[in-house]
């Protein structure tokens, strides 16, 4: 039997065009550029809209993303991915209600894309559902998703979530708790923290950090066992490296305990040098927080402030218990920035630097400074003359600042990092942080 000398050629040609990776493959994988100029040849459908939305939100631009969502849905209702976008969005406001609805509806429409049910089990946690945590997180894992760091963080969270049951990281303070002494040494600021009655240790008290971790050393010397292991990202070195998890029972920072408290851990000599661990305020985002620079003290309260002429209200965006605000820099370029008492120095992303016209091959660029953090020492950092930062009410001018790789970062909080503000910014302020009215307060 013949066959026809086209035949062999129009499979190939078939098996070829079947490997080309769509649009969601290319976010899945972060390339979000190709993306873009993928989705540019594809022609205006819903779902093609609610994609655009999502490439939006990967930018930072959450006004527009949740638009383009929007107008999907008004194309075809039943857009999963749009309810998908939509949800994301009302996590980055602590909407938990919302991203919830919004969540479950994109998987009643597409019960098999993993990405989902990740989202979901964060909306749940929002919720304080560790139940139902647990379960989204479980059928994320089933769905075997092509996406190594997220599944390996999936895993170690299913494994905390067993450990831990559904009493997580539960805080006990008074009514009125009392400020928390500060002290400041080399930009950072550090509190007294006692780990299951033993103490009392030095911590940094970090908002830029997602959790709380120790050095491996204390983790050690309090005879803790490892729950599991996960992947922690952070500035330095691949922007990644691998971490044990523990539980501690009790932790108390000032009068106020927090019990079954999931912990990671860090084995950076330098950073072991400063401090025996990291302590995360996200675990207090039921309170209202200020961190008060001049006052050298941590400020708790369950009431919001009264309002202030003289503090500037900015809006925030709540993503893996980090806190962003816009921030315009010399004036005409828009980015979001991490609010980070961790960060020692305020610097800017590779992308935002070339924005402003500075690159690895400007001249003079390149500098051999040695920037560490929990992913080791920095690799390529570049000094960026004559910067400015605004907000609506107040700005911070620096001769030069550094900028630096923060693509893992916005990798693992799903969108773009313009910056970090750190110690030389805030150190005149008063921080405050409401992580439920996604605000952050400074005032001076």
């Given amino acids: 039997m013949s066959s026809s000398p086209l035949a062999i050629p129009l499979i190939v040609l078939m098996a070829l065009a079947l490997q080309l990776p769509s649009v969601a493959d290319l976010l899945t994988r972060d390339e979000v550029q190709q993306a873009e100029a993928l989705l540019d040849k594809q022609p205006r459908t819903a779902e093609s809209v609610a994609l655009r939305g999502e490439i939006d939100y990967r930018k930072g631009n959450f006004d527009r993303a949740g638009a383009l969502y929007k107008e999907a849905l008004g194309m075809n209702a039943k857009t999963a991915r749009a309810h998908y976008g939509l949800g994301k969005l009302a996590i980055g406001k602590l909407k938990t209600k919302q991203a919830i609805q919004e969540m479950m509806r994109a998987i009643e429409l597409d019960p098999k894309e993993p990405l989902y049910r990740f989202y979901a089990s964060e909306a749940w946690a929002l919720e304080k559902n560790y139940a139902e945590q647990r379960k989204q997180i479980e059928e994320y894992i089933a769905l075997n998703p092509s996406d190594p760091d997220r599944l390996a963080e999936a895993k170690a969270g299913l494994e905390m979530l067993k450990a831990l049951g559904n009493d997580v990281a539960s805080v006990d303070a008074p009514q009125n708790p009392a400020p928390i002494p500060l002290r400041k040494s080399l930009n950072l600021v550090f509190a007294r923290v006692m780990i299951n009655g033993r103490g009392p240790y030095e911590f940094a008290v970090d908002t830029g950090a997602s959790q709380i971790v120790l050095s491996e050393k204390l983790a050690g010397d309090l005879g803790l066992t490892p729950v599991t292991s ?190 970090v503000i750190g110690f030389d910014f805030l150190d005149e302020y008063k921080l405050t942080l409401d992580y439920y009215a996604a605000e952050v307060r400074l005032t001076k």
């Fill in 230 to 419: 996960t992947i922690m990202h952070g500035v330095g070195g691949g922007g990644k490296i691998d971490t044990k998890l523990y539980s501690v029972k009790e932790m108390t920072i000032g009068d106020v305990k927090i019990k079954n408290v999931p912990v990671g851990t860090f084995n950076d000599p330098l950073v072991s040098q400063l401090a025996d661990g990291i302590f995360s305020t996200a675990v207090l985002s039921d309170f209202i927080l200020t961190v008060n620079y001049p006052g050298n003290q941590l400020e708790i309260s369950r009431k919001r402030p009264a309002a202030n002429p003289a503090s500037e209200v900015l809006p925030a965006w709540y993503f893996s218990n980090l806190l962003l605000v816009p921030v315009q820099v010399n004036g005409q370029h828009r980015g979001n920035f991490i609010v980070d008492t961790g960060a020692v120095t305020t610097v800017i992303s590779h992308n935002m630097a070339a924005t402003l016209g500075v690159d690895e091959k400007t001249p003079g660029a390149k500098i051999d400074l040695g920037i560490a953090g929990v992913g080791g020492f920095e690799g390529v950092v570049l000094r960026v003359p004559n910067v400015t930062f605004k907000t609506a009410k107040n700005s911070e001018t620096f001769p030069q600042v550094v900028s630096i790789n923060l693509k893992e970062m916005s990798k693992m909080i799903g969108t773009e990092i313009a910056g």
